[in-house]
């Protein structure tokens, strides 16, 4: 929302320097995003009157103009094809800059001195208006800077409204707040009613709806159409809104300023001279007013003619068939009050935002309806010689009292942590319009309609932090159960141990989003027959629930190779959803664990890149498992669906299958476009934390030299790595400090279905150096142990 600061000043008179205000209103939670000075880039523009315009001598299109600029006269050449004797216009004199940094200079025009240049709303960075030289008041002084003519030197703060604030999203709401901050006085003039005609009483409004209708104010009014005044014009213009006509520029003036949406319907248009506001029929359609034909359900809101013809979307957008247009003679001023969920989800389903359902959808005052009304019919009568009738439409059935809450100054101090008494507190929330009754430490506070999110006690206790001073609050450590403060569970300690094994060997966090498709969780061999789906998804595409972590991941991939990054090593912690458990209504959600590895490894300065492959996945699950320190973890040969065959396995933990490791089947990869192989792992995490663990025992750190031992084996392709490694290390026992499969071979010399596995060792005593002997005392007995346990191994 853009907040001119003249506009402000129209309520409270503010003095301050913008950047102190801009600060006051970041404190206040009105957050300031930008601040804009929109005549800054202007000099030297002054006002002038045009005594003369004769042709130029040398040219058809182009005359001369003889200005007064109240210290002098002067000829400029000027193209404009609207300048007459008379007008008083912008005059940009030798030396003025233009917005874009454009100097003026004295020039030449086909032999003519032009001594400056008369300028366009373009020129002057006001609009798109290049058609003619902008016509200034007739009245403005002669000389004067054209910025104070046009409000140019005014001051707009750009701020970013809170949803929960919805009278910030007018002018008014903004200036009662700083008009509190500030301690100054706080007053919404009040329009002069101007000329009040006949009593009319042939127009008429029903209201079928009243649960999402709860108020409907109509006034009615002559008019004659026309553009709005300069300065109506400036005001809508530095607010972000493009002028129209008077008419409709009046509902968007009164919109912004007070946060009450307006309609103005073409009363000669509208059939029966009547409103009925009622529910849609299933199929219905409207034509809006940007032209778009709306099919409507039996949920969505309509304001109708008398006749039930819809003419608008409640709260929304109006139709085509009342348009306010140059004809228009008689205008019925619509200001009501549409039930918030109901705008926001006809809105939603439409995909039609408008200023008005921005802030019927967030709730506005019920109870400023009829001043809304007022407040337009009197703008009208002044800028477009509205002639009101003497008739005033109300419809209110069900008024809505503003909310009484018991308010305890004890308990203000117990939350903020202040030591504020009873009479500090009332003053503080007394000019948000929060009005306390009682002189007690316990007093009961009104609370306006105009703020629907002070409702609670605990709604008052903030908008007292907020008039305190978030930094005048001093930090204070709450009292709490003895051993909660700052501490993690044990299963939060065990994530984010998880998490830090495998930053730490090379793979980088990421964050997937929970929806997928159904056709994914298929491509990865996911289950798909017991999913969980959303109703209302932001993607058709993606309306399920991941049971798999996998799709997003090689999503993820897939993204990265397409922008040249081949090289990928990621991993993920997040909720994976099943269907409800027996008695449930909601999904039942599990932590799982997932990682993948794409492209090249980065290896040590000692050795060269490589491609990742198999080992290096079950490396990360190992890690994982040694770091929760599992006293039960197998990783056994398997066929898995959406997994190589020959080249994944089931991790267990005690006996039970928690994740799977291995490469993905290339089918999988196409499916994703990923041209390379990538390989990974998938793991329930919420039982590897539930499972059970070794206990922590002292080992000494060895200072004697390893041995190290590189072995390799020929195997049929049935063998896995992974047993032949749980044999090694059997053999080994605590003499074998680790272990790593560095090589996986295939060649014709080999022979068909056959694969070499090399093995690195490294043994370590910790009391010792191994001796020759020992060192090969372990080999024989590593390959006799393997060749033993494993028949297919052929050497």
């Given at each position: 929302?853009?907040?001119?600061?003249?506009?402000?000043?129209?309520?409270?008179?503010?003095?301050?320097?913008?950047?102190?205000?801009?600060?006051?209103?970041?404190?206040?939670?009105?957050?300031?995003?930008?601040?804009?000075?929109?005549?800054?880039?202007?000099?030297?523009?002054?006002?002038?009157?045009?005594?003369?315009?004769?042709?130029?001598?040398?040219?058809?299109?182009?005359?001369?103009?003889?200005?007064?600029?109240?210290?002098?006269?002067?000829?400029?050449?000027?193209?404009?094809?609207?300048?007459?004797?008379?007008?008083v216009v912008p005059f940009a004199q030798v030396g003025a800059v233009l917005p874009g940094d454009f100097r003026i200079t004295k020039r030449k025009i086909r032999g003519v001195v032009s001594e400056g240049m008369l300028c366009s709303s373009k020129e002057l960075g006001l609009g798109d208006d290049h058609s003619g030289i902008l016509c200034l008041p007739d009245h403005a002084e002669l000389g004067r800077d054209v910025r104070e003519i046009l409000g140019l030197d005014d001051t707009v703060f750009e701020l970013s409204i809170t949803p929960n604030r919805p009278d910030a999203m007018g002018i008014t709401g903004v200036a009662r707040d700083l008009a509190a901050h500030f301690g100054l006085p706080f007053s919404i003039p009040t329009a002069p009613p101007?000329?009040?005609?006949?009593?009319?009483?042939?127009?008429?409004?029903?209201?079928?709806?009243?649960?999402?209708?709860?108020?409907?104010?109509?006034?009615?009014?002559?008019?004659?159409?026309?553009?709005?005044?300069?300065?109506?014009?400036?005001?809508?213009?530095?607010?972000?809104?493009?002028?129209?006509?008077?008419?409709?520029?009046?509902?968007?003036?009164?919109?912004?300023?007070?946060?009450?949406?307006?309609?103005?319907?073409?009363?000669?248009?509208?059939?029966?001279?009547?409103?009925?506001?009622?529910?849609?029929?299933?199929?219905?359609?409207?034509?809006?007013?940007?032209?778009?034909?709306?099919?409507?359900?039996?949920?969505?809101?309509?304001?109708?003619?008398?006749?039930?013809?819809?003419?608008?979307?409640?709260?929304?957008?109006?139709?085509?068939?009342?348009?306010?247009?140059?004809?228009?003679?008689?205008?019925?001023?619509?200001?009501?009050?549409?039930?918030?969920?109901?705008?926001?989800?006809?809105?939603?389903?439409?995909?039609?935002?408008?200023?008005?359902?921005?802030?019927?959808?967030?709730?506005?005052?019920?109870?400023?309806?009829?001043?809304?009304?007022?407040?337009?019919?009197?703008?009208?009568?002044?800028?477009?010689?509205?002639?009101?009738?003497?008739?005033?439409?109300?419809?209110?059935?069900?008024?809505?009292?503003?909310?009484?809450?018991?308010?305890?100054?004890?308990?203000?101090?117990?939350?903020?942590?202040?030591d504020l008494d009873a009479a500090t507190v009332r003053s503080l929330i007394e000019p948000l319009g929060i009005m306390p009754e009682g002189n007690g430490d316990t007093f009961t506070a009104e609370c306006p309609t105009w703020r629907p999110d002070v409702v609670r006690e605990i709604d008052v206790i903030e908008e007292v932090a907020r008039r305190h001073g978030l930094n005048n609050i001093r930090r204070t450590v709450a009292s709490a159960p003895a051993g909660t403060v700052g501490r993690l569970t044990a299963q939060q300690r065990d994530r984010r141990k998880a998490a830090d094994v495998l930053v730490g060997a090379g793979l980088s966090e990421a964050i997937t989003l929970p929806l997928v498709s159904n056709n994914d969780l298929e491509r990865v061999?996911?289950?798909?027959?017991?999913?969980?789906?959303?109703?209302?998804?932001?993607?058709?595409?993606?309306?399920?629930?991941?049971?798999?972590?996998?799709?997003?991941?090689?999503?993820?991939?897939?993204?990265?190779?397409?922008?040249?990054?081949?090289?990928?090593?990621?991993?993920?912690?997040?909720?994976?959803?099943?269907?409800?458990?027996?008695?449930?209504?909601?999904?039942?959600?599990?932590?799982?664990?997932?990682?993948?590895?794409?492209?090249?490894?980065?290896?040590?300065?000692?050795?060269?890149?490589?491609?990742?492959?198999?080992?290096?996945?079950?490396?990360?699950?190992?890690?994982?498992?040694?770091?929760?320190?599992?006293?039960?973890?197998?990783?056994?040969?398997?066929?898995?669906?959406?997994?190589?065959?020959?080249?994944?396995?089931?991790?267990?933990?005690?006996?039970?299958?928690?994740?799977?490791?291995?490469?993905?089947?290339?089918?999988?990869?196409?499916?994703?476009?990923?041209?390379?192989?990538?390989?990974?792992?998938?793991?329930?995490?919420?039982?590897?934390?539930?499972?059970?663990?070794?206990?922590?025992?002292?080992?000494?750190?060895?200072?004697?030299?390893?041995?190290?031992?590189?072995?390799?084996?020929?195997?049929?392709?049935?063998?896995?790595?992974?047993?032949?490694?749980?044999?090694?290390?059997?053999?080994?026992?605590?003499?074998?400090?680790?272990?790593?499969?560095?090589?996986?071979?295939?060649?014709?010399?080999?022979?068909?279905?056959?694969?070499?596995?090399?093995?690195?060792?490294?043994?370590?005593?910790?009391?010792?150096?191994?001796?020759?002997?020992?060192?090969?005392?372990?080999?024989?007995?590593?390959?006799?142990?393997?060749?033993?346990?494993?028949?297919?191994?052929?050497?």
């Amino acid at each position: 929302m853009r907040a001119p600061l003249s506009w402000i000043q129209d309520f409270t008179p503010l003095t301050a320097d913008p950047t102190e205000i801009a600060d006051a209103l970041n404190q206040l939670g009105l957050e300031v995003d930008d601040i804009d000075q929109p005549g800054k880039e202007i000099n030297g523009v002054i006002a002038a009157r045009i005594l003369n315009v004769v042709p130029h001598p040398d040219a058809d299109k182009i005359r001369l103009a003889d200005i007064d600029f109240g210290d002098g006269q002067l000829r400029v050449v000027c193209g404009a094809p609207n300048i007459e004797a008379g007008m008083v216009v912008p005059f940009a004199q030798v030396g003025a800059v233009l917005p874009g940094d454009f100097r003026i200079t004295k020039r030449k025009i086909r032999g003519v001195v032009s001594e400056g240049m008369l300028c366009s709303s373009k020129e002057l960075g006001l609009g798109d208006d290049h058609s003619g030289i902008l016509c200034l008041p007739d009245h403005a002084e002669l000389g004067r800077d054209v910025r104070e003519i046009l409000g140019l030197d005014d001051t707009v703060f750009e701020l970013s409204i809170t949803p929960n604030r919805p009278d910030a999203m007018g002018i008014t709401g903004v200036a009662r707040d700083l008009a509190a901050h500030f301690g100054l006085p706080f007053s919404i003039p009040t329009a002069p009613p101007g000329i009040v005609g006949e009593r009319i009483d042939d127009v008429s409004v029903v209201i079928d709806a009243p649960d999402q209708c709860p108020r409907f104010v109509a006034r009615a009014t002559a008019v004659t159409l026309g553009p709005s005044p300069q300065w109506l014009q400036r005001r809508l213009t530095l607010a972000g809104m493009r002028p129209i006509s008077n008419v409709v520029d009046v509902t968007n003036y009164i919109l912004l300023e007070r946060c009450r949406p307006l309609h103005a319907f073409d009363l000669g248009r509208l059939a029966g001279r009547g409103i009925i506001v009622r529910r849609a029929v299933d199929g219905e359609s409207i034509t809006t007013l940007d032209g778009v034909v709306r099919s409507l359900l039996a949920t969505d809101l309509l304001v109708c003619d008398a006749l039930g013809a819809p003419q608008a979307i409640a709260g929304i957008m109006g139709g085509r068939d009342s348009e306010v247009d140059d004809t228009t003679t008689e205008v019925l001023i619509e200001s009501a009050y549409f039930e918030p969920s109901g705008v926001a989800k006809t809105s939603k389903r439409l995909g039609l935002r408008s200023e008005a359902s921005a802030r019927f959808e967030r709730g506005i005052d019920p109870n400023g309806t009829a001043e809304g009304a007022d407040a337009a019919v009197a703008l009208l009568a002044q800028v477009a010689g509205g002639v009101a009738h003497g008739t005033t439409i109300d419809i209110y059935p069900s008024p809505v009292a503003r909310p009484r809450i018991t308010v305890r100054t004890a308990r203000v101090n117990s939350i903020l942590g202040t030591d504020l008494d009873a009479a500090t507190v009332r003053s503080l929330i007394e000019p948000l319009g929060i009005m306390p009754e009682g002189n007690g430490d316990t007093f009961t506070a009104e609370c306006p309609t105009w703020r629907p999110d002070v409702v609670r006690e605990i709604d008052v206790i903030e908008e007292v932090a907020r008039r305190h001073g978030l930094n005048n609050i001093r930090r204070t450590v709450a009292s709490a159960p003895a051993g909660t403060v700052g501490r993690l569970t044990a299963q939060q300690r065990d994530r984010r141990k998880a998490a830090d094994v495998l930053v730490g060997a090379g793979l980088s966090e990421a964050i997937t989003l929970p929806l997928v498709s159904n056709n994914d969780l298929e491509r990865v061999g996911a289950a798909v027959d017991a999913v969980v789906r959303v109703s209302n998804p932001l993607r058709a595409e993606e309306s399920v629930l991941r049971t798999s972590m996998r799709p997003g991941l090689l999503a993820a991939v897939a993204r990265n190779a397409a922008r040249g990054n081949a090289d990928v090593a990621l991993f993920e912690q997040g909720t994976v959803f099943m269907p409800p458990l027996e008695k449930s209504l909601l999904p039942h959600e599990k932590t799982f664990i997932a990682g993948v590895r794409s492209g090249m490894r980065r290896e040590s300065p000692r050795r060269s890149d490589r491609i990742a492959d198999v080992g290096d996945a079950i490396d990360d699950v190992r890690a994982v498992a040694n770091t929760l320190r599992l006293a039960s973890f197998e990783i056994v040969a398997s066929q898995i669906n959406g997994w190589h065959p020959g080249r994944c396995a089931t991790v267990l933990v005690d006996g039970q299958t928690v994740g799977a490791v291995g490469e993905f089947d290339r089918a999988v990869c196409d499916a994703f476009g990923i041209a390379s192989t990538v390989v990974g792992f998938e793991i329930d995490l919420d039982a590897l934390i539930s499972a059970r663990r070794l206990d922590n025992r002292f080992r000494s750190v060895s200072v004697y030299p390893p041995a190290n031992i590189d072995l390799a084996f020929v195997v049929e392709q049935t063998v896995s790595a992974a047993d032949i490694a749980a044999t090694l290390r059997r053999v080994g026992g605590e003499l074998l400090e680790s272990i790593r499969l560095f090589d996986s071979f295939r060649s014709e010399q080999l022979g068909a279905d056959k694969v070499s596995l090399a093995f690195a060792l490294r043994f370590r005593a910790v009391d010792r150096t191994l001796t020759e002997a020992e060192i090969a005392e372990l080999h024989a007995a590593c390959i006799a142990s393997v060749q033993e346990s494993h028949p297919a191994v052929l050497r």
